[in-house]
């Protein structure tokens, strides 16, 4: 089992992570993801910097997508609203035959 891409919200532990910052020579100030209740191989770690860039490109992916069902759900809904201009119609001319 893996971690998938973005911000890690869940260790594969089922422990929920933390954001800390690195106090390393190698790697001052940097944030990261780890779990948060055991630090070492089997559980997550992960810079932040590189989650987000991963967050930014899953949402950048899913907003594509609803703007193409944005667009499909509007073509629906002007059909609709043809499709019910047609009915009132037809049911004005029964009413006006009905009265006669
Ligand atoms: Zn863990």
Redo the contacts with the bound molecule.
């Keep these: 089992m893996e971690i998938g891409p973005g911000i890690p919200r869940r260790?594969?532990?089922g422990?929920l992570t933390v954001l800390l910052t690195s106090k390393t020579k190698e790697n001052p100030g940097r944030r990261f993801y780890r779990?948060g209740?055991?630090f070492g191989e089997n559980?997550?770690f992960k810079w932040a910097d590189e989650a987000l860039v991963e967050e930014i490109e899953a949402l950048s992916l899913k907003q594509s997508s609803m703007e193409n069902d944005l667009i499909e759900i509007k073509e629906q809904l002007l059909d609709m609203k043809k499709d019910l201009t047609e009915i009132v119609e037809v049911v004005a001319v029964f009413s006006t035959k009905l009265r006669k």
Excluded: Q
């Design positions: 260790c594969l532990c422990a779990c209740a055991v559980h997550v």
